[in-house]
C-alpha cells in the first residue's frame, strides 16, 4: 500500500464502550512460524519463510 492508496481509506468511528454491552467473550488463537536456512559459507544465501494466523471464534 502506497501513501496515495492509504490517504484513500475511509475510517468509521466505533460506538461507546457502553453501547457495546457488558460482557464480551472471544477466543484468539495467533501462530507465528519461521524457519530460516542458510547453507554454505562465504558469499551464501539465506532463504526465510515465516507465516503467521489469527482465528477469532
Known amino acids: 500500500m ?3 492508496e492509504l490517504r ?3 475510517v468509521a468511528l466505533l460506538p461507546r464502550r457502553e453501547a457495546l454491552g457488558t460482557v464480551t467473550v ?3 488463537n ?3 512460524t519461521a524457519v530460516a536456512l542458510n ?3 562465504f558469499c551464501s544465501s539465506a532463504t ?3 507465516g503467521q494466523s ?3 471464534g
Open 39 to 41: 547453507l554454505g559459507s
Open 26 to 28: 472471544a477466543w484468539v
Open 2 to 4: 502506497n501513501v496515495t
Open 48 to 50: 526465510a519463510v515465516a
Open 30 to 32: 495467533a501462530h507465528n
Open 54 to 56: 489469527i482465528k477469532i
Open 8 to 10: 484513500e481509506q475511509s
